[in-house]
């Protein structure tokens, strides 16, 4: 998995793209926070749940179903003026969904339980170039801690900062050709 830093990074990526001024930061924040909740389930490892449980690391909590329910529970419980329910549903979906998809391209870990809890199966794509963080605070500050930071830099947060970049400079040119 990467590091809840990056998965945070994804979500700002995604909302520079989905975003229609003004944008509340309150939704920067929820979006960051939906990207990375997914991991709550490692607190399962302190109760006896094993990772390839339903319940497990990488298991339901990284499903579309609990993306799809996590953005209808937001959606219905907070009011965010100015921004469409639909709208926002499908940027809380996408962030915590975007959660699952980094996963998949870590090189470690059982794989990820997209379609749970119809089926347990765990998913990578293909192309798995991201390292693999390791559990606990304490062991991302190592030695291959710093090699997952590198990693991420590279393979998460490039891309994501292009993608804001490009957003920006195709609304700053949509602005121009309207004025």
């Known amino acids: 998995m990467p590091t809840a830093p990056s998965h945070a990074v994804s979500a700002i990526a ?45 298991g339901l909590t990284h499903s579309v179903v609990f ?9 219905a419980a907070w009011s965010l003026p100015g921004v469409g329910r ?10 915590t969904m975007s959660h699952g998809v980094l996963d998949a391209a870590t090189n470690g870990g059982l794989g990820i339980a997209f379609l749970s809890p119809f089926s347990n199966a765990r998913f990578f794509w293909p192309w798995r170039p991201i390292q693999v963080s390791p559990i ?26 292009a993608v804001v970049a490009a957003a920006y400079v195709w609304r700053t040119a949509a602005a121009r050709r309207t004025s």
């Open 14 to 58: 995604i909302l520079a793209v989905m975003r229609r001024p003004p944008t509340p930061v309150s939704l920067w924040f929820a979006g960051a926070a939906c990207a990375m909740l997914p991991d709550v389930d490692v607190i399962g490892f302190r109760f006896g749940i094993r990772y390839g449980d339903l319940l497990g690391h990488r």
């Open 67 to 75: 993306a799809a329910a996590l953005a209808t529970l937001i959606v």
């Open 86 to 95: 639909a709208r926002a549903w499908t940027y809380f979906f996408v962030c």
């Open 136 to 161: 606990g605070v304490g062991r991302v500050l190592s030695r291959r801690g710093t090699a997952v930071i590198l990693s991420e830099l590279w393979w998460v947060w490039v891309p994501s900062i």
